[in-house]
C-alpha cells in the first residue's frame, strides 16, 4: 500500500461548507476506502466535529493559533482544535501567514496536543526553516500558482525537488507535501517521483460538481 497522503483543504469556499463538505468528505471516504491512498480533509472549523463524527477519514484545521487555553478572544487553541476530533492542522497556509513565532508556537501547541502539523511554505528557503520546527510535513505551495488551474508538478518541478532537498538536509524526518494547481493523477504521480510524500489541494476538487471523479483520478497512478 502507497503511504502517499492526499489532503483536500476546502479553504472558505461557498462549495466547500456544511452539506458540500459532507459530501465531499463522503468522496474522500470512498475513494480512499477504493484505492488504500490515505485521503483528509481541511475543512472550515465548524464543520470539523460534524465531519470527524461521521467519517474515518482523517479531519484537519486550517490554522491554529499557538496559545494555551485561557484569557485570548478570537483564538483558536489546539485543545479545541483536538476536541472536534480532528487529527491535524495546517500552519502558516499561504491564505493564512504567521510570524516565525507564531508558527513555533503552533507547532509545539498542535504537537503537545497530539495532532499532526502541516507547515506550509512558499519557497526551498522557508521550506528549510519550517523543517527546523520538526513539523510532520512541510508543504511546499508556490503561492503564485495557488488556485491558477497551473499544477506545480509541471509547472515548476524544480522547487519540489529543491524543497524535498532542504527539508531533508535539515531533518530527514520531516515528509514533504506539495500544493498548487494539483488537479490529475499525473501531478500526484510526478510530485511522488519527486520524493514527495503526498499533495495538499483544493479548487480542483471543491469546486467541481463531482469531487469523487477528480480524486479517483489523483489516485489513478499511485
Ligand atoms: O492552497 C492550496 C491548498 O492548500 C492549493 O490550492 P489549489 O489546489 O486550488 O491550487
Known amino acids: 500500500?502507497?503511504?502517499?497522503?492526499?489532503?483536500?483543504?476546502?479553504?472558505?469556499?461557498?462549495?466547500?461548507?456544511?452539506?458540500?463538505?459532507?459530501?465531499?468528505?463522503?468522496?474522500?471516504?470512498?475513494?480512499?476506502?477504493?484505492?488504500?491512498?490515505?485521503?483528509?480533509?481541511?475543512?472550515?472549523?465548524?464543520?470539523?466535529?460534524?465531519?470527524?463524527?461521521?467519517?474515518?477519514?482523517?479531519?484537519?484545521?486550517?490554522?491554529?493559533?499557538?496559545?494555551?487555553?485561557?484569557?485570548?478572544?478570537?483564538?483558536?487553541?489546539?485543545?479545541?482544535?483536538?476536541?472536534?476530533?480532528?487529527v491535524g492542522t495546517l500552519i502558516n497556509h499561504s491564505e493564512r501567514r504567521l510570524t516565525l513565532a507564531e508558527i513555533e508556537a503552533s507547532v509545539r501547541a498542535a504537537t503537545e496536543a497530539g495532532l499532526v502539523t502541516v507547515i506550509c511554505s512558499n519557497n526551498d528557503m522557508t521550506s528549510a526553516a519550517a523543517a527546523a520546527l520538526s513539523p510532520t510535513y512541510v508543504a511546499i505551495e508556490p503561492p503564485e500558482l495557488i488556485g491558477s488551474g497551473v499544477s506545480v508538478a509541471k509547472a515548476d518541478p524544480g522547487i519540489i525537488q529543491r524543497s524535498v532537498a532542504a527539508v531533508h538536509a535539515v531533518n530527514p524526518k520531516v515528509k514533504v507535501l506539495t500544493g498548487a494547481g494539483i488537479q490529475s493523477g499525473e501531478c500526484v504521480k510526478i510530485a511522488r517521483d519527486l520524493g514527495t510524500d503526498g499533495v495538499l489541494l483544493a479548487s480542483s476538487v471543491v469546486k467541481v460538481e463531482d469531487p469523487a471523479i477528480v480524486l479517483r483520478d489523483l489516485v489513478s497512478l499511485l
Do not use: C
Open 1 to 86: 500500500m502507497s503511504s502517499q497522503f492526499i489532503l483536500v483543504n476546502l479553504k472558505a469556499y461557498k462549495e466547500g461548507m456544511g452539506p458540500r463538505a459532507h459530501m465531499i468528505a463522503r468522496a474522500a471516504e470512498e475513494v480512499s476506502e477504493e484505492s488504500g491512498i490515505q485521503i483528509g480533509v481541511a475543512p472550515s472549523f465548524f464543520d470539523l466535529h460534524p465531519l470527524s463524527k461521521h467519517f474515518e477519514i482523517p479531519v484537519f484545521a486550517q490554522h491554529l493559533d499557538g496559545v494555551v487555553p485561557g484569557a485570548f478572544t478570537g483564538h483558536v487553541t489546539a485543545a479545541a482544535v483536538r476536541q472536534t476530533g480532528a
